[in-house]
Structures are given as structure tokens and as C-alpha cells.
């Protein structure tokens, strides 16, 4: 059922269970409820496109704009979230993530990557990211050609891979699914202002809601989920302060503290010796997904070197220098003005191109016709005429000369925060004040990891990587915290002296109160954190229930979406 917040005559909805944000997390947690005798409040704050006023209420300030977007940037306030945005990159934490890393400092998360396995494989379905299979031996049964002919590094493994969803926007491709449950109410336009504890501050009574037309209702519930987010999720715990002044789990300052994205730049060149053959684009499985692979600095290597996980990507040309000469890099910047700006941002960063280089791009265009129609139809027809899009531009230089594309972990930091500030929204809640700042070791893992490739290129004789190392802090920073990636800020841990959440995902101190989203996240790995998100979403159903429904086994109502075709 699929309600608008307009709808919602009576002061009081009761519920089994309340979830508060439909996007990944929530469309994922509660998909395991359909069919089911627990009675289900999905709330949301959109509706099914963008809308100017509800995006507005993710404004906020950031200490430092070069350093962080805009708050009302990278995330969707609409049903399906950033789902109806995102690029579909999906990726697996590595096992090293997980545990305890003395050389950083890392005392690891309190669940294992055992422990989540079997529900990755499960959220690759959701994503529609074909099977859980994210090495080449076990994805491809006809083996692509090698990424980099002749490579073998003890550093660097160059055989796992990126897998990409359609990219699934969960809003379309699950809203049928949850309009027609009977047992989940989904509402629109709903905007939760206010987390209700009881008196003695141990149970979540209900939260409020209200909406642009001036409603307002109260929804109760014998369990909650806070699934809007890394960001939101803070401002809702610290801004619910009638019980305890410092917020809802918030009794140790850990909320909103440990704030981690992930570093990532493009930096150098990589020439490859003649004869060395590369292929760095992408591939499609035996279940028509795609696939790339990419440079990953292996477990025993980010132990020796003492640094944190790494991955690189082969990569075309600075596009803003017209130097490289390609055509379709230079329509592509020439086409600036009408790319979104979450992607303006990666492709031209601060780089401004002068007149004469304007020209010079010009001349690109006219110079390489063939390639600017290869390309015109790669985006016309493979990005917007079928299902599954192909996932990014891939250029591959004429002189088998290349850039690192980089992106690594960044270790949590309690000076690196999410706070309440003075200003307020359009419904009084105060908004948030970001201040994300990286460590010296977050410097060392890039400027380690990329020395080691150095190594690695020069000792097995394929190429060389050639780059500024004055310049490696500056690049590893040049577009601030990454985009969507907002983790650790409500993060997990064995007891509340050391974090938000137990390893149920539990809020501290408060007995049915649970989160989804990045925020629960010890650490960022090297992984884009959406497909993490729905496994532990999955793995939050499966607990919720044996909570609610004892009698019955776990993953009763497990989602399984067939396969579309092309």
C-alpha cells in the first residue's frame, strides 16, 4: 500500500515496525516483510521524482567548500534515495576489512566477512548485479584477455572485479512490489522530525512526522529503523534531545564523529613497454552484466606495507588538456555544461580550460570523427536505448599511454565529524554542519600504495608509472570527501565507550531502536558501500524477524528478482 502524507487523517499510525527512509536500505529491509503477518510503516520524504523544496531540506554548511559538496548534493531525498542516481558500482568489502589491524590502529568491526557472505549474495540480486562472483576465474567461463599482458605482482592482484547493476533504481524496480503488499504501508511526503524516547530514555515510543501541508501525525512501532542515511541519520539522533540533552545514543560523543568517505584522484602516467597489450574496459559475464577489473593491492601487501585497502584503475587522459587529442574526450568537455555536476565534478575537477585550449579541443573534435561517432553512439544507444547501461566512458589512448585512477580507504577519525548547526530547516529541525578532514596515514596509504605499483610495473618489465610525488596529497584530495560515500558516523561497535550500534545494528542503550545505512560502518574499505548497505539490511531482516516472528524460520520471504532482458 503507497500512501501520501495528505492521506493520513488519524494523529497516530501503529506499527510493528517502522522504518524511516525508502531508499537502498529501507526498499531492501522492507521487501523482507511482504506477504507477512508484521505490520510495516515505510516512511518517506519525497515522492517519486525530485522536488526543489524536499531537496532543500538537505541543505546545511560545510567547514571547508573545497573539501565537501554541498550537502543537498549526492543524495536524493525520493523514493528509491540516491538508487535513482547512483552509477550501479558494486563491490564487496574484502575480508582484511573486517578485521583488527593493529599497524592502524583498527580494532576491526564485531561481526566477521563470514558472517555477511551469505547476505552479499543475496544483495547482489537486489542489485541486479548477476551472481556474487567478483573474480575473473569465477565470473567469465571464456577468460578475457589479460588486463596487462605479462603482469604477475606478489604486490598486486589484477583479477578481481567491479560488477555493475542496471543501474537499479530500487524506487522503479520495487515501488509495484510494496504497493501491492497488504502488509507494508508505504507513505510519501512524510518527513520524520523528532525520535520519541520514553521517560527513562531505553525505548524509542514513536517518531514525528510532518508534512508541507501543514500535517502532522505520529507513527508508533515496536521496533524502528533509521535507514535515511549517514548524514540524516546523525542530525535526527543529535537534534531528539528531550530526554537526554547530548541525543538519542549519543551518551559517549560518538554520533556524527568518524566521519569517512574515500580518497580518490587520477594522478601520473603509465607508459607500457611495446608489445604489452591492455585491456581496461569492460566485460560482460555469462549473465550479460559488466564487469571490470582493476589494480588491487593484495591483504599481505597492505600488512607489509602498513596501509590501508588500495585499488587503482587504468584511466584515460586529464580530459580538460587537450593534449591527449582524442575526439571524444574533447566533446565530452566540450559538453560540460550539460553533465550533471556530481560527475562535472570528477571530470574537470578545478581545471579550467583557456580560449586557445578551447580551440584545441575544437580541433580534436573535427580531427577524430570516427572516434566522436564511436562514442555518440555508445551513449546514445548503450547508455539510454536498453536496461542495462553501459557504466562509463572507456577511451583507450592511441599510445597505450595512460593515467592511475585511484581509491582508497580512509581510516576513521574523531576529529572528522557531522554536527547540528544554528540554522534550521523549513520544519525547525536544525541542520547539519559537516566538517570531513583525512590523517596523515590516510596520506601514506595512497603514497605507499602507488609507489609499490611503481615498483611492481618497473620489476616485472611492463611499463613504467611516472608522477609528481609532491603532488600525491593534493590529488588524493582534489575533489574533497567522494561524492555519495557517507560512513562511520553512527558506527559499529562491541560496547557504547566505543561506538553507536551493536553488532545487530542496535543503538546502544536503546532496546528497539536499529540503523541501516554506511553510518554503521568501523571502517570504508576500498568499496563503494552500496551493496554493503543492502547486506546488512538483509542481515537486519533476518534478526527483526526472529524478533517479530519467532516461530518462523530466517529469510522466510527471501527476494529473488528474475532477470530482464537487455
Request: glycine share 8%; with cysteine; charged share 25%.
Amino acid at each position: 500500500m503507497m500512501l501520501d502524507a495528505s492521506d493520513v487523517s488519524t494523529h497516530a499510525l501503529d506499527a510493528d515496525l517502522c522504518i524511516v527512509g525508502a531508499g537502498a536500505a529501507g526498499i531492501s529491509l522492507a521487501l523482507q516483510f511482504v506477504g507477512s503477518t508484521t505490520s510495516v510503516v515505510l516512511i518517506e520524504s519525497g515522492g517519486h521524482g525530485h522536488d526543489d523544496r524536499t531537496q532543500q531540506l538537505y541543505a546545511g554548511e560545510v567547514a571547508d567548500s573545497h573539501m565537501h559538496p554541498p550537502l543537498d548534493r549526492y543524495r536524493e531525498r525520493r523514493f528509491g534515495g540516491s538508487t535513482s542516481t547512483w552509477g550501479g558500482r558494486c563491490i564487496p568489502f574484502d575480508p582484511i576489512d573486517f578485521e583488527r589491524r593493529d599497524y592502524l590502529g583498527l580494532e576491526g568491526w564485531p561481526i566477521s566477512y563470514a558472517d555477511l557472505l551469505p547476505y552479499y549474495e543475496r544483495a547482489n540480486q537486489l542489485c541486479e548485479a548477476g551472481p556474487f562472483q567478483y573474480n575473473e576465474a569465477r565470473a567469465f567461463k571464456q577468460r578475457p584477455p589479460p588486463m596487462i599482458s605479462g603482469f604477475l605482482s606478489r604486490d598486486f592482484s589484477d583479477d578481481s572485479l567491479e560488477r555493475f547493476s542496471r543501474p537499479t533504481d530500487f524506487g522503479k524496480r520495487y515501488g509495484q512490489r510494496l504497493r501491492e503488499s497488504s502488509n507494508v504501508r508505504v507513505i510519501l511526503h512524510a518527513n520524520v522530525t523528532y525520535l520519541r524516547l520514553d521517560r527513562d530514555g531505553e525505548r524509542l515510543d514513536a517518531v514525528k512526522v510532518r508534512s508541507f501541508g501543514g500535517g502532522h501525525f505520529i507513527v508508533r512501532a515496536g521496533l524502528f529503523v533509521l535507514a535515511c542515511g549517514g548524514l540524516e541519520t546523525v542530525r535526527l539522533l543529535l537534534a531528539s534531545r528531550d530526554v537526554n540533552q547530548q541525543g538519542v545514543g549519543n551518551a559517549y560523543d560518538h554520533v556524527g564523529r568518524h566521519y569517512m568517505s574515500h580518497l580518490a584522484g587520477t594522478i601520473g602516467t603509465l607508459r607500457f613497454r611495446q608489445g604489452v597489450t591492455v585491456h581496461h574496459g569492460y566485460d560482460r559475464s555469462d549473465e550479460g552484466v559488466y564487469c571490470r577489473r582493476r589494480l588491487a593491492l593484495r591483504p599481505d601487501a597492505q600488512r607489509r606495507l602498513g596501509v590501508g585497502n588500495f585499488i587503482a584503475r587504468l584511466h584515460h587522459p586529464r580530459i580538460t588538456d587537450p593534449v591527449h587529442r582524442s575526439g571524444a574526450l574533447s566533446l565530452l568537455y566540450l559538453a560540460k555544461p550539460l553533465v550533471p555536476y556530481e560527475y562535472a565534478v570528477r571530470l574537470q575537477g578545478e581545471d579550467q580550460a583557456s580560449g586557445r585550449q578551447w580551440l584545441s579541443h575544437l580541433g580534436n573534435v573535427l580531427r577524430d570523427p570516427l572516434q566522436v561517432m564511436a562514442f555518440c553512439w555508445q551513449m546514445t544507444v548503450r547508455r539510454k536505448l536498453v536496461r542495462r547501461k553501459f557504466p562509463s566512458i572507456v577511451v583507450k589512448p592511441r599510445n597505450n599511454c595512460f593515467s592511475l585512477d585511484f581509491h582508497a580507504e580512509q581510516l576513521p577519525n574523531a576529529e572528522s565529524r557531522v554536527l547540528l548547526c544554528d540554522s534550521l530547516d523549513e520544519f525547525g529541525l536544525p541542520k547539519l554542519r559537516v566538517d570531513w578532514r583525512y590523517c596523515s596515514d590516510d596520506v601514506a596509504t595512497v603514497e605507499r600504495a602507488l609507489a609499490a605499483l611503481a615498483r611492481a610495473l618497473r620489476d616485472e618489465e611492463v611499463g613504467s608509472f611516472e608522477y609528481d610525488r609532491s603532488t600525491v596529497e593534493r590529488e588524493m584530495v582534489r575533489y574533497g570527501a567522494y561524492g555519495g560515500h557517507h560512513i562511520g558516523t553512527a558506527r559499529m561497535a562491541g560496547s557504547a565507550r566505543r561506538g553507536v550500534v551493536d553488532e545487530r545494528q542496535r543503538v546502544h542503550g536503546v532496546h528497539n531502536l536499529f540503523i541501516s545505512s554506511a553510518a554503521v560502518f568501523p571502517t570504508s574499505g576500498q568499496a563503494n558501500p552500496t551493496l554493503t548497505i543492502v547486506a546488512l539490511s538483509l542481515r537486519l531482516a533476518d534478526h527483526l524477524q526472529r524478533l517479530l516472528m519467532p516461530a518462523l524460520p530466517p529469510s522466510f520471504h527471501s527476494v529473488e528478482p528474475r532477470e530482464r532482458a537487455a
